[in-house]
């Protein structure tokens, strides 16, 4: 039984990670990652990049800014204005997944010692 285990958390990728601790759905990741690719981008830029619609990123980018991942700056040109979105250091995003893994790690340990 442990084997089993062991061989399922080897195949887990970043990805899996990051849908499980964060609860963030496979566009969010693959938005995050491709916005750390552009280091910066537009709305309209990111949905050209994953062909998806305008609506679809901006609720992505909405997640992923409630989880602290992407930061939005607001560029005021002639015409009006833009956002512009910046994602977190990757660096950053695995210290926030990894105390999200131990607090999960601790309240699951309390819990089973109830039992």
């Known amino acids: 039984m442990d084997n089993l285990i062991v061989a ?5 990728t970043i990805e899996d990670l990051m849908r499980c601790i964060l609860g963030l759905q496979e ?10 690719d552009m280091k910066e981008a537009t709305v309209m830029e990111i949905a050209e990049r994953v062909d ?13 800014m409630n989880c602290g991942l992407v930061e939005r700056e607001k560029i005021t040109e002639k015409s009006g204005f833009k956002y ?6 990757f660096k950053e995003v695995k210290e926030k997944m990894e105390k999200l893994l ?6 699951v340990k309390d819990w089973l010692k109830k039992f």
């Open 8 to 12: 399922r958390m080897q195949k887990f």
């Open 27 to 36: 566009i969010e990741i693959r938005i995050y990652f491709e916005l750390l």
């Open 52 to 64: 998806r619609d305008r609506t679809t990123v901006q609720k992505a980018l909405r997640s992923l």
């Open 84 to 89: 512009v979105y910046r994602p977190v250091e």
């Open 102 to 107: 131990d607090e999960w790690y601790l309240s």
